[in-house]
């Protein structure tokens, strides 16, 4: 299958500072990406549609203005937390459509203390 | 997309066939099942699809009854390395391609 990768796997960051999460589609050209959060025991949500080269969409309830989307080319995706709080804390996740199909980053898991 | 039900969990024997069932009772004619999996803090995995005939492939068989509206994945001998949630997406195939995602089912393999 196709391979999407992300960077980092976990960062712990402090209160108030911004974290930036990428999302690489290693072996083919995305166009579309989405971005989702998962809490503990919970499933994944989708937070937002990244579309290169114009604006992101946003699910109901995510602050556009907290999470920074850009998709600059056909192979990155950024997801950057500004002003990261303790509420943040979660399991980021990317994935890539190849040919209609999803494939899935490995994650990202995000400590804000 | 249809919602589906799952239940929440599950045990199997390693070396045993494990089912896992999903109903999908509204789907629609053009929806397509899909199986991911999720192993713990990793991101999902895609296993398997079909529309309508059952499919099998490296990784697991699923079949779909004939009127659509429940399907099976099988995995035919699990593994201690198939433990995780396994989550049954019916969407159309060619969409956008977001998915969404309900609770899945907690597969656990003892040895």
């Known amino acids: 299958g196709a391979v999407v990768s992300q960077h980092p796997s976990w960062v712990i960051c402090k209160s108030g500072t911004s974290v930036k999460i990428e999302c690489r589609s290693l072996d083919f050209q995305a166009t579309t990406m989405f971005w989702y959060r998962q809490f503990p025991k919970k499933s994944l949500m989708l937070m937002a549609t990244?579309?290169?080269?114009?604006?992101?969409?946003?699910e109901q309830g995510v602050e556009k203005d907290k999470f920074l989307i850009n998709h600059a080319s056909l192979t990155l995706s950024t997801l950057t937390v500004t002003s990261a709080h303790p509420e943040d804390s979660s399991f980021y996740i990317c994935s890539g459509i190849r040919n209609t199909e999803a494939f899935f980053g490995q994650g990202t898991r995000l400590t804000v203390v | 997309d249809a919602k589906t039900t799952q239940p929440t969990s599950m045990d199997c024997a390693e070396g045993r066939a494990a089912n896992l069932p999903c109903n999908h009772s509204?789907?629609?004619?053009?929806?397509?099942v899909y199986w991911y999996r999720q192993i713990h803090s990793q991101g999902p995995q895609y296993i398997i699809h079909?529309?309508?005939n059952n499919e099998t492939n490296e990784m697991a068989s699923l079949i779909i009854t004939e009127d659509r509206k429940s399907s099976t994945l099988i995995l035919p001998h699990a593994t201690l390395r198939d433990t995780a949630v396994y989550y049954c997406?019916?969407?159309?195939?060619?969409?956008?391609?977001?998915?969404?995602f309900g609770s899945g089912t907690q597969l656990t393999v003892l040895p």
């Open positions: 509204t789907i629609s004619g053009n929806e397509y």
């Open positions: 079909g529309l309508k």
């Open positions: 990244s579309n290169e080269g114009s604006k992101a969409t946003y």
């Open positions: 997406i019916v969407t159309r195939s060619g969409s956008a391609r977001q998915l969404t």
